[in-house]
């Protein structure tokens, strides 16, 4: 099955550094990765439509200079929040979307998710 | 507006009991409808995906229904283990767009 990873699985920083997480398809080529935003208790939020090799899309609301996201590669998404702030602090999970060609369907597969905790 | 409401937005059972989640959507174009499981701290994992032609599929003790008509999906559990304990997420999706319900909060006690 189709496996997407999430790499570091939970960091604590210092207020105003930045934090990387990157999302990794591994067994499928992925152009199109999500990054959500979850709170305690709460659905998922998408932030932003991650696209290999153009800009992400940001959903209304998410600052694009607060989280830098960069596709660099078929396989690989990343989401550095920049000068990060307490109220940054948040579980944030990535998905990258597979264009099944039997069935004519998208599938979406979910990483683990990452806890970043800004002291 | 497409959207997605799923009922209840949390239920508690006993172990051994059976119980029925149910997620109402408007989003059209519809492509398919899927089921996800999330423990607490971790990613949302697939437990079912239906497209349109789709009336029922099950997963072990898991089986959702599609009524593609009234756009209703249930996720029925058979069996209850104290590992269902989760949220579970309804997600319906167009050609490119992902629309996702609120989520119910299952628990599932001794």
């Known amino acids: 099955g189709a496996v997407v990873s999430q790499h570091p699985s939970r960091v604590i920083c210092k207020s105003g550094t930045s934090v990387k997480i990157e999302c990794r398809s591994l067994?499928?080529?992925?152009?199109?990765m999500f990054w959500y935003r979850q709170f305690p208790k709460k659905s998922l939020m998408l932030m932003a439509t991650?696209?290999?090799?153009?800009?992400?899309?940001?959903e209304q609301g998410v600052e694009k200079d607060k989280f830098l996201i960069n596709h660099a590669s078929l396989t690989l998404s990343t989401l550095t929040v920049t000068s990060a702030h307490p109220e940054d602090s948040s579980f944030y999970i990535c998905?990258?979307?597979?264009?099944?060609?039997?069935?004519?369907?998208?599938?979406?597969?979910f990483g683990p998710g990452t806890r970043l905790t800004v002291l | 507006k497409n959207q997605v409401e799923q009922s209840p937005q949390s239920l508690i059972i006993l172990e051994g009991k059976n119980c029925t989640l149910q997620c109402n959507y408007t989003v059209s174009p519809f492509s398919n409808l899927r089921w996800y499981k999330q423990d607490t701290g971790r990613g949302p994992v697939s437990l079912t995906i239906m497209t349109f032609s789709e009336n029922t599929k099950s997963n072990g003790r898991y089986t959702a229904t599609l009524d593609a008509d009234t756009k209703q999906s249930s996720l029925h559990i058979t069996a209850s283990q104290l590992s269902d304990s989760a949220s579970y997420i309804c997600?319906?999706?167009?050609?490119?767009?992902?629309?996702f319900g609120t989520g119910t909060s299952l628990t599932v006690i001794p």
């Open positions: 067994d499928f080529q992925a152009t199109t």
């Open positions: 998905s990258a979307r597979l264009i099944r060609t039997s069935g004519s369907y998208n599938e979406q597969f």
């Open positions: 997600v319906v999706t167009t050609g490119n767009q992902f629309y």
């Open positions: 991650s696209n290999e090799g153009s800009k992400a899309t940001y």
